[in-house]
């Protein structure tokens, strides 16, 4: 496997990568909302033509000592074309997501996943296959600290992800989803193909 000749082997300092251009996000023209059935099978008949997605859940923040999380409350699939994002309190949207991650021959890719999957598999009954976690790869690959998907793009793209810490921390489990809201957790996922295809994986 080629090594990516930009790839350098220590992890970007926030402030190089704060004076990188800025990496060109998907718009709400490429982000699909699913909140109902009929929008969760189109998706799935969409998304399984793929080889991989990029992936990634939101939940909830937990602000209470004591309090657990039932999330995730969203869960984002993402080729490099398009990105679906799926509110999880409809059953057949549930449905949908469980058998999405449970498609085998399919790569799952994104960073930080630890969580996510313990989360998938308490909530939606499936043990998420084919994940891949892209820190690993840049451990192998000789990068010492955790990348992140911030570090990963400034490496491979020479650009700066922007992540809105205001989205980040909103309210995940709210019946409506804000713009900001999708904006942030389609281009989550969508970072994680774009790098899970610049590695050459």
Known sequence: MQQNPREQHSTPHKDAIALLPEFTRLGLDRITLVNEGAQAHAALANLRQARAWGFDTESKPTFKVGEVSDGPHVLQLSTPERAWVFQLHDPECRAVAAELMALPG????????????????????????????????????????????????????????????????????????????????????????????????
Do not use: C
Request: charged share 25%.
């Open 106 to 201: 399919i790569a799952k890719a994104g960073f930080g996943l630890g969580d996510d999957r313990k989360r998938i598999l308490h909530k939606l009954g499936v043990e998420p296959v084919g994940v891949l976690e892209l820190n690993v790869v840049f451990r192998e690959r000789g990068y010492r600290k955790d990348m992140g998907v911030k570090g990963a793009v400034a490496v491979l793209f020479g650009q700066r992800f922007i992540k809105s810490k205001k989205a980040a921390t909103s309210n995940w489990a709210a019946p409506r989803l804000t713009e900001s809201q999708l904006v942030y957790a389609a281009n989550d996922a969508y970072a994680a193909i774009r790098v899970f295809n610049a590695l050459g994986l």
